[in-house]
DNA sequence: GTGTTGTTCTTTCTCGATAAAGGACGACAG
DNA sequence: CTGTCGTCCTTTATCGAGAAAGAACAACAC
């Protein structure tokens, strides 16, 4: 049976976007609010339904309007957990296991047992596993299951080897880029907000880990090629779970990897390609040992 | 529920080993038989207990004989059909439908299509379209279905440019390679396939997409990397069946390619970087003329 | 005609069930 | 005590079902 995850996120947002509206407002069409909502017009439909049985909108058919914006915000809303689709709760669940809990290198992956502590049935864990396949933390053993490659020093240098040579080509493509290209305006912003970002380091310092990857792709964006693409995911995903697993020092490493950005940027921006390669080699250096720092040590050391 | 296809894949390989064997012979122990079928010992024993029944083989427990190898040549084996699992036989159908059939870039992928299409459950599709996603092929659209983005001129591009930076790196890597290293002999053994390969090109030239791939990876093996190792899967899956589909011209091309390999390999015993620079490129400017050549024009042409 | 809503059909996502394959344990032989 | 086979339990690979979400079509309004 398939869960209501996206009607419940509907609604949610649909609550908020009713409340924006205030009393007595006309609501926009189901077509217009299928686009704002982000869903099916099946899904807005059942979304408008339930908001008239709440008495939170009135009228039907094209008449229909706000009718308490105090009902919509006092309304209870479906809680997080219910709003996210099977596969992204799986994800977060598993590389919660694996960076937190014991989930040492080699150790077999049971599809039945996650299932188990995932409280989901077993296909949605191997469908889990054969997306996540291609991040190569996992290993596939056909009729007998998954084996953890797991987060190593040795995973981290191969990340990087791939990284530092994506970058490299990206970077010397965008210096390449014709003056009028609209990347140079969009680098420019990204300029201005790691300035506003770093102004406010202190308190905003986790919302790094969005402009860093945005920062990245826009700079591959120069040169499209979808391989690249692709593995930034896999720096993406990494990142993300690295930032939230280890908090040590992340205000300091942030601020850091900001300055070097800056740097970065400003080499990129001045079209001078000996310093965006420096730039680049000296940012990626750090961010390298960053990660190896927090890496576990893999098979080969002889830790019991 | 599962189909026995380990069963009756070990089930043909045994009737073969059994003739080897000899009347009379007695039979190696279940776990020596378990390394040679590739299989669990469960299933060693139930093939044991079906070549019993068949009275290819007698005798019980630690006490077994082959009794007939008449009858073992002349029992029926199993269709392959029937020995590949689902997942293969999905894979190659689909391989069909996008490079033979109509498959335009842009066309909607219908899960429940292709299972009926295929005569398997949609689970089957689903996990084939999961696992293949990462070939940068096709593209998922959650909740609503997947894209095929095809085997287009972009795609051919988008992969040699990846492979180029690939290939010279590791082709650098293995220039550097430490004298005594047991790749050097390998190479060599390579070497001499290639030379074997090139006398009897005219009727062994399809053998060459596997020379190729074992070639390729072994250069890659000078200095390992999972990426990089993923990403040749994904060549070697384009050349397989880029093979199967396009056979005009191959003889022709394989010889050349053969050739190219052959300096190339020359090179690297030499251990000269420049001149194995330059034969990588040139092979690999080759490789990739063949696939623009038999690569469909994307959606950008205005052909309808 | 363009854009709206009402209606109906199709497809995706997830579950639970079941046979096949794998793996663990004990008993026994040399 | 090492390797073998017999037995039993666990896990994987696949199917089919059913509710939610998407998409197509028709009817209607301006």
Same mark, same amino acid.
């Given at each position: ?156 240098? %191969? ?24 990347? +140079? ?59 939230? +697993? ?26 001078? %390609? ?31």
């Amino acid at each position: 049976m398939k869960p209501d995850t996206v009607f419940k996120r509907a609604f949610n947002d649909a609550l908020e976007l009713v409340v924006v509206l205030g009393d007595g407002a006309q609501l926009p069409s189901e077509n217009a609010l299928k686009v704002r909502l982000n869903v099916s017009r099946t899904t807005v439909r059942k979304v408008l339904a339930r908001l008239a049985g709440r008495g939170v909108v009135g009228g039907r058919g094209a008449h229909r309007e706000v009718r308490s914006i105090v009902r919509a915000a006092k309304a209870k809303r479906f809680p997080v957990a219910e709003t996210e689709p099977l596969s992204a709760q799986v994800e977060k669940r598993f590389m919660e296991w694996m960076l937190r809990d014991n989930a040492r290198p080699g150790t077999a992956i049971n599809e039945l047992d996650l299932a188990r502590r995932f409280g989901v049935a077993t296909t949605g864990i191997r469908e889990f596993l054969n997306r996540f396949q291609r991040f190569g933390l996992i290993e596939r053993h056909p009729n007998s299951g998954w084996v953890l490659k797991g987060f190593t020093t040795d995973f981290a240098l %191969e990340l990087f080897e791939i990284r530092e040579m994506f970058e490299m080509r990206s970077a010397r493509a965008f210096v390449a880029l014709a003056d009028d290209s609209p990347l +140079w305006r969009e680098m420019d912003m990204l300029r201005q907000e790691h300035l506003r970002l770093l102004r406010k380091i202190d308190q905003r310092y986790h919302d790094f880990s969005d402009l860093d990857s945005r920062f990245h792709r826009v700079i591959n964006s120069a040169s499209p090629n979808r391989f690249i693409e692709d593995f930034y995911d896999i720096i993406t995903m990494i990142f993300h779970y690295h930032y939230q +697993w280890n908090k040590q020092d992340e205000r300091q490493r942030n601020a850091v990897a900001v300055r070097e950005h800056l740097a970065y940027i400003d080499a990129l921006l001045g079209r001078d %390609e000996a310093m965006v390669l420096r730039a680049c080699v000296a940012h990626l250096a750090s961010a390298k040992q960053t990660l190896i720092r927090s890496s576990s040590r893999g098979l080969k050391s002889s830790e019991g």
